[in-house]
């Protein structure tokens, strides 16, 4: 099947090459020439596990191709997907001007009928509002259907969840639209939801905000058992092998960052006010993961003030492990406040480093490994939770640090083995470990 994919973000770029290597004739559509040029010179823009050699793969077997030439593509496809960038307004709302530029191009463009796929995240009510921008921009009357089809890859696993989906829903007109889609994933032989576009559109976002309130009701039982002196990943294990509830996505720490649960649980409220409902539990859901920087911060303060004295070497920068991606990180909003309050802060992250220097307050140090990080530090913050962190030699650590005092932002390490090596160890709803 001849596809257009327009946008090489993560997920356009991940279906494109998922997709051609199933066999389809595919080309990714950007509109910014750089890109195009990096891709088609073999670089990718961004890191993720795989990618880079499924690309490869397929572009030297020539089923994979890079172009700005978005009229041409569209009229040599059977189905143009649009996955381009959905970003936020600051009062939430979902800005949909990329989406609505692709549309209108496509509408120029189109000289026959062809099956237009929403994959971008897109509030529910955008596949008519997509239908009406072709429409209104048609330069002769053509038929097209516009499908929704929501995307679930997570960065990091993007790969691995694109091949092997928990499910591939298809919001589609009718059934005879539905059956092209079913028909270019059936080689997944994954279980597939057929419905509506307006529901097809709701299930992507009840599903990330869904998994938000996961995040943030495990973060506030966190805060309830360090008050009580419970702890945090008993409770989560209790919980989550209780089949209905499950153990995924019940991971206190820091609370989620990325570029999809913070927009995703805004975008969601407000699209939910503009109906006419308050939607006061997802915004507590905001509020919590809100308040999780701030508390980790308290914890720091209490233990190392004054912190115009201390140097803090950061572990992890990435929003979560396996990505360079720094949207939304907890790690912007950690150190930027340890250095308004005068620290001295050192950084490490396998991966993320070129992206952070952009981000990050221009006072930060970076170092190449978390020993030099670490390197005369009064106290180490782990804020993500890399495997690579889980293997340290924590002796080594410790014996570099000035003084052994560890905050632990994602609960990486058992609290025992910190305390025999000598650590003052605090992580997230289990009892601080003081040296006596
Ligand atoms: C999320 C969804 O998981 C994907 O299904 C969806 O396709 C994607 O958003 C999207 O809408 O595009 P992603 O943002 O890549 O994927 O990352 P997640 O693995 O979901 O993690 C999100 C955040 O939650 C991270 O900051 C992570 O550290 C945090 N998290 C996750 C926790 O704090 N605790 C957990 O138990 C799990």
Not at 50 to 57: C, I, K
Not at 240 to 267: E, H, N, V, W
Not at 272 to 292: C, E, H, M, P, S
Not at 368 to 395: H, Q
């Amino acid at each position: 099947m001849n596809i257009c994919v327009v946008g090489a973000g993560y997920v356009g770029l991940v279906t494109g090459a998922v997709f051609a290597d199933l066999g389809n004739e595919v080309v990714v559509v950007d509109n910014v020439p750089d890109r195009v040029l990096m891709l088609q010179a073999g670089h990718l823009p961004i890191y993720e596990p795989g990618l880079e050699e499924m690309v490869a793969r397929n572009v030297s077997d020539g089923r994979l191709s890079f172009t700005t030439d978005l009229p041409g593509t569209v009229r040599r496809s059977v189905i143009v997907f649009i996955a381009v960038g959905t970003p936020p307004k600051t009062n939430g709302q979902t800005d949909l001007s990329a989406v609505e530029a692709v549309a209108q191009e496509i509408g120029r463009a189109m000289d026959r009928y062809i099956v237009v796929v929403n994959k971008s995240t897109v509030p529910v009510g955008t596949g008519e509002f997509v239908r009406e921008v072709i429409e209104r921009h048609q330069r002769q009357p053509v038929p097209f259907d516009v499908v929704s089809n929501p995307e679930f890859l997570r960065e990091g696993s993007a790969i691995e969840d694109t091949l092997r989906p928990d499910r591939i829903v298809i919001g589609a007109p009718t059934q005879q639209v539905a059956m092209t889609l079913l028909e270019l994933y059936a080689p997944l032989e994954r279980p597939m939801i057929i419905t509506d576009v307006p529901s097809a559109e709701m299930i992507k976002y009840a599903s990330n905000a869904f998994l938000a309130t996961k995040i943030s009701f495990i973060n506030a039982v966190a805060n309830i058992c360090e008050l009580a002196g419970a702890d945090v990943t008993q409770v989560m294990k209790g919980m989550g092998l209780d089949a209905r509830i499950g153990p995924a996505f019940l991971q206190a720490g820091l609370g989620y960052g990325g570029s999809c649960f913070p927009k995703d649980t805004d975008s969601l409220i407000h699209t939910a006010a503009t109906l006419g409902y308050k939607f006061d539990l997802l915004r507590a859901v905001v509020d919590v993961n809100a308040g999780r920087t701030i508390h980790f911060l308290s914890v720091i303060e209490r233990a190392l003030a004054p912190m115009h004295t201390r140097r803090i070497a950061i572990l992890g920068l990435a929003f979560k492990p396996n990505t360079d991606d720094m949207r939304e990180a907890k790690s912007i909003d950690v150190i930027t406040r340890l250095i308004d309050l005068g620290a001295t802060v050192c950084v490490y992250d396998p991966v993320a480093i070129p992206n952070a220097r952009k981000v990050l307050p221009t006072l930060v140090e970076y170092a190449d490994s978390p020993y030099a990080a670490a390197t005369g530090a009064d106290g180490v913050a782990l804020i993500t939770e890399w495997n690579e962190f889980k293997f340290l030699n924590l002796e080594r650590l410790r014996g570099v640090m000035r003084q052994p005092i560890v905050f632990d932002g994602r609960n990486l390490w058992e609290a025992e083995r910190m305390r025999r090596l000598g650590f003052e160890y605090y992580s997230i709803g289990r009892k601080p470990l003081r040296r006596s």
